[in-house]
């Protein structure tokens, strides 16, 4: 290597400083190699680890390889080969392999660099620090040499000092007998002096040239150490770049290793392991003997359908039910068809990015499409056995359109004449009729709709039902199947009083908030739902629960106030628009006042009361859109 500067000639005199830039190269190779130590640690720790996880994977292949190729439990005798056969347990133990094959290739990285790089930094570090010891202490002798060329000056001023001292002997000597001596003395220092003044001007001229030498030539010489560094910093370059080589050396055995693990895995052949575990796992089957009728022990019967009127009409509405499903549910098993054939098609090569998304698609579809082909044989399954046992006498089939309907006073059951109240939806009604039923009875009910709320003729609903008709004052006494609610009479005194013992916050509309240490009045008394109806001081009323109120007796009296005349009113819970001339609308929250009389408010007929609107119009509608709650205004 060759520059345009060297230390001699650009850094005269600068020795310590050239010094210290050798100190710091040898700190770099320190670094360095302190570097590749702890790397070399690193990479045994971690092959130790690898080597440690590849032992657990394989101790577990080696119990669970058999089930996951030939199954739990193989129908013929297997062995090794039969279970290296399979292309899915040679891959999973290339896998394995690999990852106690790259362990050992960690070892002999970690081997190769403490060998090849951190012991050859060492002792690179160890030869370049001789080297500079060794210019250091030259250039320590040439300063000595330097300064011995200065000793004589210090000689010569002996010299002259000494003539001084024999100058003065003389000077004091006074007899013959001394002053001779002292004279012969003072003499010989004269020439003593001036042999040591010559002695110091060579040496003068000595120092000079041996300085100019030091200066121009020695120094320079002893500076320039550039090739020394040189050699310093190349070689431990070489040794960097022999440790780039080890390294990339390892890291061309394990992309072998993964390149080989890639091969087992791309050589998976799923079918041929599938052929493979259904050849180990053949067994004869038959399918379970369909089910037959079984008669009850203490009541022997024939698998014959019955078809006596009452069960013959619950008959005719499931069979119209079930073909109603049937129809609704034929659109939708098209539906997740489609969806199916479109998630096939998706499950392309071009788009594994989302193959997991097509393919959770695909199994979502193909379970939903399960359940309906299943829903589907069981309706059709309903549908042949139904219509077999009614040989072609499918009623009316004018079935009525119920839907759950929740009652907060008692309402009678348009078929097994009972009470209907709960806030569970226990009954149904029908939107078209308005006919009222218990849930359990809806089957029951024959397919004989009249497709009008306000009904002009009976109709039998069954054997047990009784006649809807529009009634009138005389038959006011008999329960109307669609009413949802009653009239209220005006208080009178001698109604209970109950304690409110527990403060409850109502949930919903048909209920009433009450406080605790509140009296309110008893209209309702629990039939068994665990519920009361109460009235408050303020007019409210609603259902509390039974447990939150404490009855105290009988309201005293003494009241100041006595009722002589009421007007009723109720408010719409459902929205009704008015199909004809003599109907009013119901808006939902809005008040209808009843009218009296014979033929007025709930004595109007079967599911139909009378009443004025807001406007002042006077007409029927329907009751149960105006169902829950009625308000006495009394006039005194």
């Given at each position: 290597?060759?520059?345009?500067?060297?230390?001699?000639?650009?850094?005269?005199?600068?020795?310590?400083?050239?010094?210290?830039?050798?100190?710091?190269?040898?700190?770099?190779?320190?670094?360095?190699?302190?570097?590749?130590q702890n790397r070399i640690a690193l990479e045994r720790e971690y092959s130790s680890k690898l080597l440690l996880l590849?032992?657990?994977?394989?101790?577990?292949?080696?119990?669970?390889?058999?089930?996951?190729?030939?199954?739990?439990?193989?129908?013929?005798?297997?062995?090794?080969?039969?279970?290296?056969?399979?292309?899915?347990?040679?891959?999973?133990?290339?896998?394995?392999?690999?990852?106690?094959?790259?362990?050992?290739?960690?070892?002999?990285?970690?081997?190769?660099?403490?060998?090849?790089?951190?012991?050859?930094?060492?002792?690179?570090?160890?030869?370049?620090?001789?080297?500079?010891?060794?210019?250091?202490?030259?250039?320590?002798?040439?300063?000595?040499?330097?300064?011995?060329?200065?000793?004589?000056?210090?000689?010569?001023d002996d010299e002259c000092l000494e003539v001084e001292t024999y100058r003065q002997k003389q000077d004091?000597?006074?007899?013959?007998?001394?002053?001779g001596r002292a004279a012969k003395q003072y003499e010989q220092q004269q020439i003593d002096m001036q042999n040591s003044k010559n002695s110091y001007i060579?040496?003068?001229s000595i120092a000079n040239k041996v300085k100019a030498k030091l200066y121009d030539a020695d120094i320079p010489a002893l500076e320039n150490v550039q090739r020394l560094q040189t050699g310093l910093i190349e070689r431990a370059v070489n040794v960097l770049s022999h440790a780039q080589a080890l390294a990339s050396g390892h890291l061309d055995t394990l992309k072998k290793r993964v390149g080989t693990v890639e091969q087992a895995l791309g050589d998976v052949n799923t079918g041929r392991d599938q052929n493979l575990f259904i050849d180990f796992n053949i067994r004869p089957f038959v399918a379970p003997a369909d089910w037959t009728f079984e008669p009850c022990a203490s009541h022997y019967d024939n698998p014959e359908m019955v078809v006596d009127p009452a069960p013959k009409v619950v008959l005719q509405n499931r069979l119209v039910r079930c073909r109603a499903k049937l129809g609704e549910l034929r659109p939708v098993m098209d539906s997740k068809q489609r969806n199916i054939n479109q998630s096939e098609k998706a499950l392309t090569p071009q788009n594994i990015g989302n193959a997991d998304d097509v393919i959770f698609n695909f199994i979502d579809s193909v379970h939903d499409l399960t359940a309906h082909t299943t829903s589907e044989q069981i309706l059709l399954a309903e549908i042949e056995t139904i219509?077999?046992?009614?040989?072609?006498?499918?009623?009316?089939?004018?079935?009525?359109?119920?839907?759950?309907?929740?009652?907060?006073?008692?309402?009678?059951?348009?078929?097994?004449?009972?009470?209907?109240?709960?806030?569970?939806?226990?009954?149904?009604?029908c939107k078209r009729c308005?006919?009222?039923?218990?849930?359990?009875?809806?089957?029951?009910?024959?397919?004989?709709?009249?497709?009008?709320?306000r009904v002009t003729g009976g109709s039998t609903l069954s054997s047990r039902a009784s006649t809807i008709s529009r009634t009138s004052t005389k038959s006011a006494s008999t329960p109307t199947p669609s009413s949802f609610a009653r009239v209220e009479a005006s208080l009178s005194p001698g109604i209970v009083q109950a304690r409110v013992v527990f403060e409850y916050t109502a949930t919903s509309p048909y209920e009433l908030s009450i406080g605790e240490g509140e009296t309110v009045k008893v209209l309702e008394e629990d039939d068994g739902s665990g519920w009361v109806k109460v009235a408050n001081n303020l007019g409210g009323k609603g259902l509390v629960p039974a447990s939150y109120v404490e009855v105290v007796g009988p309201e005293e009296k003494g009241s100041n106030v006595t009722p002589r005349a009421s007007v009723q009113y109720v408010r719409g819970v459902y929205d009704y628009?008015?199909?004809?001339?003599?109907?009013?609308?119901?808006?939902?929250?809005?008040?209808?006042?009843?009218?009296?009389?014979?033929?007025?408010?709930?004595?109007?007929?079967?599911?139909?009361?009378?009443?004025?609107?807001?406007?002042?119009?006077?007409?029927?509608?329907?009751?149960?859109?105006?169902?829950?709650?009625?308000?006495?205004?009394?006039?005194?």
């Open positions: 290597m060759t520059t345009d500067q060297t230390y001699g000639q650009s850094l005269p005199d600068q020795v310590e400083r050239i010094a210290s830039l050798t100190d710091g190269q040898l700190e770099f190779l320190s670094d360095v190699r302190e570097m590749y590849s032992s657990k994977a394989a101790e577990k292949k080696s119990k669970k390889i058999a089930a996951l190729v030939l199954g739990e439990e193989p129908t013929k005798a297997w062995g090794e080969e039969d279970v290296r056969s399979s292309t899915l347990g040679r891959a999973y133990t290339q896998l394995i392999n690999s990852f106690s094959e790259s362990a050992q290739d960690h070892i002999n990285l970690a081997d190769r660099l403490e060998a090849q790089v951190v012991n050859v930094l060492k002792l690179v570090e160890k030869r370049h620090e001789e080297a500079k010891k060794k210019q250091v202490k030259a250039f320590q002798k040439l300063l000595s040499d330097r300064d011995r060329a200065y000793g004589d000056r210090i000689k010569y004091r000597a006074h007899d013959d007998k001394h002053s060579i040496s003068t219509s077999e046992a009614l040989d072609g006498d499918e009623g009316e089939q004018r079935p009525h359109e119920f839907k759950s309907t929740s009652f907060s006073i008692p309402t009678t059951c348009g078929y097994c004449q009972t009470s209907i109240w709960g806030l569970s939806k226990l009954g149904k009604t308005g006919v009222s039923v218990h849930a359990r009875c809806e089957l029951k009910v024959p397919a004989t709709c009249t497709g009008s709320k628009q008015a199909t004809g001339e003599d109907e009013i609308d119901v808006k939902e929250g809005r008040m209808i006042q009843l009218t009296t009389g014979p033929r007025g408010g709930q004595n109007y007929g079967d599911g139909w009361w009378e009443g004025i609107d807001e406007r002042g119009k006077k007409g029927i509608f329907p009751s149960n859109y105006a169902p829950w709650m009625v308000f006495p205004e009394t006039r005194v």
